[in-house]
């Protein structure tokens, strides 16, 4: 069972819309949806909030950090709520996925998302639960940087807040770990989201 949730970001208010804080975005979309209002916690290096599912607490954490040193925040909240590696979901930007995609990943394997880097070599372990979330490539190499500390447009906002949507109608199912519905959910949502980026001005 999934305890608690990690948007990967860099921390303030000028990264809010950049596509590599679509981690943080998310944790602020179902923050919303549950009426949640965060606490700093200097200690812990982050921004905590939670909400309950069947009488369990899932905790929702924003890093007061930058995104390739998120793992100070998470391994300090992990430790203080004693929360284990495999009850950790952590969700981030993904190059390699078109706009709007996700992924649900056991294990990590290939790595080269730095904050993802950065967690596997404090907690060294590959044993997190992930949701992958697509933001495309600028098709250069060296355009990346520039494209994931650049702003994501308005279209690219809505259709990363339909992503979002999908996510979180079916949060139950992933903070169970419900793998039949997990796979569901994607499958389902990776065919509609070409037709809804057609669709979205």
């Known amino acids: 069972m999934i305890k608690l949730i990690i948007g990967l970001s860099n921390y303030g208010s000028l990264y809010n819309n950049?596509?590599?804080?679509?981690?943080?975005?998310?944790?602020?979309?179902?923050a919303k949806y549950n009426n949640l209002i965060f606490r700093k916690d200097i200690k812990?290096?982050?921004?905590?909030?939670k909400f309950k599912i069947d009488n369990f607490n899932i905790y929702l954490l924003l890093p007061m950090t930058y995104i390739n040193m998120n793992s100070q925040s998470l391994f300090a909240v992990a430790n203080f709520y004693n929360i284990k590696i495999n009850e950790i979901l952590i969700v981030h930007d993904e190059l390699d996925l078109p706009l709007g995609k996700i992924k649900f990943k056991k294990k990590i394997?290939?790595?080269?998302?730095?904050?993802?880097k950065n967690i596997v070599l404090t907690f060294n372990n590959k044993n997190f639960?992930?949701?992958?979330?697509g933001?495309?490539?600028?098709?250069?190499?060296?355009?990346?940087?520039?494209?994931?500390?650049?702003?994501?447009?308005?279209?690219?906002l809505k259709i990363i807040g339909y992503t979002f949507n999908s996510i979180i109608k079916n949060i139950?199912?992933?903070?169970?770990?419900?793998?039949y519905n997990i796979s569901k959910l994607i499958f389902k949502h990776n065919q509609l989201i070409q037709l809804i980026?057609?669709?979205i001005n």
């Open 109 to 116: 394997n290939n790595i080269s998302h730095n904050g993802i």
């Open 172 to 179: 139950r199912h992933i903070i169970y770990l419900d793998e």
């Open 129 to 133: 639960y992930r949701i992958k979330i």
């Open 44 to 49: 812990l290096f982050s921004c905590i909030s």
């Open 197 to 199: 980026k057609s669709n």
């Open 18 to 30: 950049n596509r590599h804080n679509v981690g943080a975005k998310f944790i602020y979309t179902i």
């Open 135 to 156: 933001i495309g490539h600028p098709g250069n190499k060296n355009k990346v940087i520039n494209f994931l500390l650049s702003n994501m447009s308005t279209k690219e």
